[in-house]
């Protein structure tokens, strides 16, 4: 049975994810971007440090043992503004989280 949440999930060909904001011309809603990484932070990925807002998080996705970093795009923007999730390697980890 397919379930919705199937989508959401992290797969082999997965790199990158960003967030953005949908303009519904009476208010602004998150677009499914922004949900998944919402629901891959809650459900699938392990914190592993948290840095400032500028440097963002990075998280480790058990089922591969992959690197995350999360970050907000403008967090200059009250909340921040939309997220961004990308894959990374041990040596650009090290090089933002130093």
Known sequence: MNNEL??????PETTSIRGFWLDLGSRVEKDCGWMRIEW?????????????PETGSLYRYPLDNS????WLVAPHMSGG?????EKVTEEQAAKVFA
């Open 67 to 70: 690197l995350w970093h999360y």
């Open 40 to 52: 891959l932070i809650e459900n699938r990925l392990n914190l592993v440090t948290e840095g400032t």
């Open 6 to 11: 199937d989508d959401f999930e992290l797969t």
């Open 81 to 85: 503004g939309p997220p961004a999730l």
